[in-house]
């Protein structure tokens, strides 16, 4: 099956919410692979790559994201797929 990658852009109450470790430990948990990042703007960026119907749960879970953030708004960036393998939090 194809792979498929999306890019995502997170805003709201992000950021000190433990957004990218729990995002890490879903992406696990959900088997895609990328990485996730705070951006200097309060933002959070994701990128998530694997089989279309995992990528669109991670996708899913960062409309949420953990307990304590509060998500505003969500942008999607579908991208071509480059063989990320692991998921990790990048600066």
Do not use: H, Y
């Amino acid at each position: 099956m194809a792979k498929e990658r999306m890019r995502v852009i997170v805003d709201g109450r992000v950021q000190g919410v433990f957004f990218r470790d729990s995002t890490r430990r879903a992406a696990l948990d959900i088997c895609v692979s990328g990485w996730v990042r705070n951006l200097s703007d309060g933002r959070v960026e994701a990128v998530f790559e694997g089989e279309p119907g995992a990528v669109a749960g991670a996708v899913a879970w960062t409309r949420a994201g953990p307990p304590r953030a509060v998500v505003t708004s969500l942008e999607e960036f579908a991208e071509q797929p480059e063989g990320l393998s692991g998921f990790e939090i990048v600066s």
